[in-house]
């Protein structure tokens, strides 16, 4: 079992550019959620997934947009890139009405 | 709205001491509670989970008991190890739609030979 996976593990982009990262869940998981971790603090939830749809959002702008397959792998885009959105970006995984999420290892987003 | 506060860190201890991480919430409803540990270079694991007042979490050596009249969720562990030094979160989270993890800032502990 592969575990959550997420890709790339690093990445560098410049202000007003555009990201878009991926999140393949552990295997019978129908449900992702994706947080931002700053440096030095908490993960903080921007959104989660069920179904191919976005079913609950935390207190992120419209510029943090995601979407989930058929296949239940999902994607996170952040347009229009602050310095301020460098952060590590989680996925987790988790089965629907289960209590555990499993989380992949990130992706170190550095914005300049 | 709902929240977690953990203690300031950084926490620093020598091998076979005892470890107290204090962690309190705000919740409008009944939460589970949750420590998870992120070892450097990781993603976050889980570690324990209380469903219930008065429920204990426990697992390698770690245990938290959900406190519901003094909204607490302490971790302890009676001898750490070097192997333990990792950034560890308390965090809350509901059952069915509204299932959203609110973590804390975390701790970082540090444990010397």
């Known amino acids: 079992d592969a575990g959550v996976t997420q890709s790339p593990t690093h990445l560098i982009k410049t202000r007003g550019q555009q990201v878009t990262l991926r999140c393949s869940p552990k295997?019978?998981?129908?449900?992702v959620s994706w947080y931002q971790q700053a440096l030095g603090q908490g993960p903080q939830f921007i959104f989660q997934y069920y179904e191919e749809e976005e079913r609950q959002r935390g207190n992120f702008p419209d510029r943090f947009s995601g979407h989930q397959f058929p296949n239940y792998s999902s994607e996170l885009n952040v347009n229009a890139l602050l310095l301020g959105d460098s952060a590590l970006y989680l996925c987790?995984?988790?089965?629907?009405?289960?209590?555990?999420?499993?989380f992949g290892p990130g992706t170190r987003l550095t914005v300049t | 709205g709902d929240s977690v506060t953990q203690m300031e860190g950084p926490v620093t201890l020598s091998e076979e001491a005892f470890l107290t991480i204090n962690c309190t919430y705000t919740?409008?409803?009944?939460?589970?509670l949750f420590w998870y540990v992120q070892y450097p270079g990781e993603g976050l694991q889980l570690l324990l989970k209380a469903t219930k007042a008065d429920d204990k979490g426990s697992n390698k050596g770690f245990e938290a008991t959900y406190r519901k009249e003094t909204t607490s969720f302490h971790l302890e562990k009676g001898s750490v190890q070097v192997s333990d030094s990792a950034v560890y979160f308390c965090?809350?989270?509901?059952?069915?739609?509204?299932?959203?993890?609110?973590f804390g800032k975390g701790i970082t502990l540090s444990v010397r030979p």
């Open positions: 295997s019978g998981h129908d449900t």
């Open positions: 987790a995984s988790s089965f629907e009405g289960s209590y555990e999420q499993y």
């Open positions: 965090a809350l989270r509901y059952t069915g739609a509204n299932s959203k993890l609110t």
């Open positions: 919740a409008t409803g009944y939460p589970s």
